[in-house]
């Protein structure tokens, strides 16, 4: 066919934050909500984009902020309420291995799962000041990436006609994002590469990086792939409280 993909987006939990992690020396000292996506794709392949937060009491114990679920926000609920068994899911592909992005691993267990190399080997030894965001079993953590089996990406790659992964450093250092082709033109799913619609627009790094410098020309590489960037944690992506369909040409 014309290997045209549709993009799901689900609300898997809310948080809110304080804003300068979102917008770098922004707002420092304002609240912002955000929502914790699972991206759901459809194509010729079943694919899933993050995992997501398997247990929230770890936001409060070990990342010390506050996040809540519903019962409609459970991931295996969300994939429910759009009708896929996460048994039916051929491929997981995560932007990195931040706790909030890499916890449902094993929703997926006849998956095939993507990371970047470098997001692999910096997650096992990373800074100590960043061992609780990875969960790193260097800080003794269970990391919902630990018994997983990766295909190790390294830079862009295709995953398949019309689906691509697209290095996007800086936030991490092997963050990636994905370019998904669509009735409606290139989407790029960004990860936390670009985190809010604000970021992009004006032109502010993610206030939570390794490399301010890098993380900046990331956003900027990724808005020259994108006719439409997808940013990983912003409301304005959820206009209702249902799953929220991008690029498709039939909504749910
Ligand atoms: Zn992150």
Same mark, same amino acid.
């Given at each position: 066919?014309?290997?045209?993909?549709?993009?799901?987006?689900?609300?898997?939990?809310?948080?809110?934050?304080?804003?300068?992690?979102?917008?770098?020396?922004?707002?420092?000292?304002?609240?912002?909500?955000?929502?914790?996506?699972?991206?759901?794709?459809?194509?010729?392949?079943?694919?899933?984009?993050?995992?997501?937060?398997?247990?929230?009491?770890?936001?409060t114990?070990?990342?010390?902020e506050?996040?809540t679920?519903?019962?409609?926000?459970?991931?295996?609920?969300?994939?429910?309420?759009?009708?896929?068994?996460?048994?039916?899911?051929?491929?997981?592909?995560?932007?990195?291995?931040?706790?909030?992005?890499?916890?449902?691993?094993?929703?997926?267990?006849?998956?095939?799962?993507?990371?970047?190399?470098?997001?692999l080997?910096?997650?096992?030894?990373?800074?100590?000041?960043?061992? %609780?965001? $990875?969960?790193? =079993?260097?800080?003794?953590?269970?990391? !919902?990436? *630990? /018994?997983?089996?990766?295909?190790?990406?390294?830079?862009?790659?295709?995953?398949?006609?019309?689906?691509?992964?697209?290095?996007?450093?800086?936030?991490?250092?092997?963050?990636?994002?994905?370019?998904?082709?669509?009735?409606?033109?290139?989407?790029?799913?960004?990860?936390?590469?670009?985190?809010?619609?604000?970021?992009?627009?004006?032109?502010?790094?993610?206030g939570f990086?390794?490399?301010?410098?890098?993380?900046?020309?990331?956003?900027h590489?990724?808005?020259?792939?994108?006719?439409?960037?997808?940013?990983?944690?912003?409301? %304005?992506? $959820?206009?209702? =409280?249902?799953?929220?369909?991008?690029? !498709?040409? *039939? /909504?749910?």
């Amino acid at each position: 066919m014309d290997n045209l993909w549709r993009i799901v987006a689900l609300d898997t939990g809310t948080s809110v934050i304080e804003k300068s992690i979102i917008t770098y020396l922004t707002d420092i000292g304002h609240p912002i909500t955000i929502p914790r996506i699972m991206w759901y794709l459809e194509g010729s392949r079943r694919v899933i984009v993050d995992t997501s937060v398997r247990d929230i009491q770890v936001a409060t114990d070990i990342i010390g902020e506050n996040l809540t679920r519903t019962p409609e926000q459970e991931p295996w609920r969300a994939l429910q309420r759009i009708g896929v068994d996460p048994l039916t899911i051929d491929i997981v592909i995560l932007t990195h291995l931040h706790w909030d992005h890499s916890g449902n691993n094993g929703m997926f267990p006849n998956a095939r799962f993507i990371v970047q190399r470098d997001e692999l080997q910096y997650a096992y030894a990373p800074s100590p000041f960043f061992e %609780a965001a $990875f969960l790193s =079993p260097q800080g003794g953590y269970h990391s !919902g990436f *630990r /018994t997983t089996r990766f295909y190790l990406a390294e830079g862009d790659e295709e995953v398949l006609p019309g689906l691509s992964v697209v290095k996007a450093a800086g936030h991490t250092p092997g963050s990636q994002a994905v370019r998904v082709k669509t009735a409606k033109g290139y989407y790029v799913i960004a990860g936390d590469a670009i985190f809010t619609y604000e970021n992009l627009q004006k032109d502010i790094p993610p206030g939570f990086h390794v490399d301010v410098d890098q993380a900046l020309r990331s956003m900027h590489k990724l808005a020259n792939l994108a006719d439409e960037i997808l940013p990983s944690h912003d409301y %304005a992506l $959820f206009p209702t =409280p249902e799953p929220q369909e991008f690029g !498709g040409q *039939r /909504t749910i």
